[in-house]
């Protein structure tokens, strides 16, 4: 993001969970990190009505994100992608069939709900096993886009994934 232009809604949204990290707001992060649970999600309103509305917008995507930032202790967006995130977990990376397996779930989905449902646990993987700081405030776009072009979300993750080979292959 430049100087000169103004933060989307969404990078305002993922700065404002990382300020709730640097600044110690145990009361809002812990209720972000439930965010993403059915059962507990309410107690996320709070935070998520300052940016949607949350009886119309799309507060699944908006909960999950919050929820992954949160138990990731992300203080900053970072810049990997989540077919990257994904082929970073595996030594094989790209190779690996259980790389591929993930991203090929993740391609599988037909609606966003069923995008969050899968993405919860490659949270964990990937904080776990990659190591990485996910780029939050794109994935928060992709999921938001996810219900009007979901072939578009899907193949920029895809891309994302597979780049590397097309690259390799023109050197």
């Not at 309410?42 to 992954?68: C, G, K, M, P, V």
């Not at 030594?91 to 391609?107: C, N, P, T, V």
Request: glycine residues 4%; proline residues 2%.
């Amino acid at each position: 993001m430049s100087e000169t232009t103004t933060p989307s809604r969404n990078e305002n949204f993922v700065k404002f969970v990382m300020e709730r990290i640097t600044k110690e707001d145990n009361g809002a992060v812990a209720a972000l990190k439930r965010a993403d649970n059915p059962a507990t999600e309410y107690q996320s309103w709070e935070y998520l009505a300052r940016f949607i509305n949350i009886e119309h917008d799309d507060r699944l995507s908006y909960a999950t994100i919050a929820s992954a930032i949160a138990k990731a202790k992300a203080e900053q967006n970072g810049t990997v992608q989540i077919g990257q995130a994904i082929a970073k977990c595996y030594e094989d990376g790209k190779e690996s069939d259980q790389a591929k397996a993930k991203l090929h779930r993740l391609l599988a989905c037909e609606t966003t709900e069923e995008v969050c449902r899968v993405l919860r646990p490659l949270f964990s993987l990937i904080g776990s096993k990659a190591g990485v700081s996910l780029d939050y405030v794109k994935l928060l776009d992709n999921l938001c886009h996810f219900h009007f072009n979901p072939q578009r979300v899907k193949s920029h993750w895809a891309q994302d994934f597979y780049r590397n080979f097309a690259l390799e292959d023109n050197e």
